[in-house]
Each structure stands twice: as structure tokens, then as C-alpha cells.
């Protein structure tokens, strides 16, 4: 996985890949899948393997407070989630894009498709927001 920081913290939920100036294509190519504002979970997108890109707005905190910490998580229903990756982010704030691989090894299930979702592990209660790409 790689961070790259593409931008200082935005104010509004508009699609925060345009800091990268990311551009979506048809099969094949990289297509946004889906823009959430969450605190603990993000909602579910769904992914058909490969590699995915999130890009994260995540607010400012004290210089006392630690690093942000997340995982990118695949959800397998019933049963226990398969953590894909853990990550942490700069206490400081601003937009990174982070590059996942290997995606395909988690996909499962009926619809062929990795069930991807961000979880936070601290700072559960302050917004962040998150742009999706497969």
C-alpha cells in the first residue's frame, strides 16, 4: 500500500479525487464507485479485484493526539472480516490517496466481489470523508 498526500483538509463533501485530477474511464480503467462521509464504518463498496485507490479527508488534530489509525477491511457477512490493510494517517489532516493491491484475493461470495469498508480505530467520532475507486 502507498500514501501520498494530495492536498490540504476540505471543508465539503465533493469528490476529493479531484485534487489528483483523477479521471474516470470505461472497463478497465480506473471507475469511482462511491463518495462517504463516515466516523467508525464506512458504508460497503464493491469491488471486482484488482487494485483500488480511496482517497480520505480527515480533519486536523491537536499536536498532543496521535496519529490517525484505519483499516480497510472486507466484509464476509456472518462470519469474521478479513482486514486487507491497516494504515495511519498524519494527525496534521489534509486529502491522501492510498494505493491498494491484491484486491482480487479477497474476492468471495455470489456476486464475485470484494465487500471493501474503512473502519476507524481511533477518533471514532469525527467525520472523515472518503472517494472510492476499483
Do not use: C, H
Not at 463516515?38 to 480527515?58: A, H, P, Q, R, W
Not at 457477512?77 to 498524519?90: A, M, R
Request: aromatic share 14%.
Amino acid at each position: 500500500m502507498k500514501i501520498i498526500k494530495v492536498g490540504p483538509p476540505k471543508s465539503d463533501a465533493n469528490v476529493l479525487s479531484t485534487l489528483d485530477n483523477v479521471i474516470q474511464y470505461g472497463a478497465g480503467e480506473w471507475e469511482w464507485i462511491g463518495n462517504d462521509g463516515f466516523t467508525k464504518f464506512s458504508f460497503l463498496v464493491y469491488s471486482g479485484g484488482g487494485n483500488v485507490k480511496i482517497y480520505i479527508d480527515v480533519p486536523s488534530q491537536s499536536f498532543l493526539q496521535p496519529n490517525y489509525r484505519l483499516e480497510l477491511n472486507e466484509d464476509d457477512g456472518n462470519s469474521f472480516d478479513d482486514q486487507v490493510d491497516i494504515f495511519t494517517l498524519p494527525r496534521e489532516g489534509g486529502v491522501y490517496r492510498m494505493d491498494f493491491s491484491g484486491i482480487s484475493s479477497f474476492v468471495d461470495g455470489a456476486n464475485n466481489k470484494a465487500e471493501l469498508y474503512l473502519q476507524s480505530m481511533l477518533y471514532k467520532d469525527v467525520s472523515k470523508n472518503a472517494d472510492f475507486w476499483d
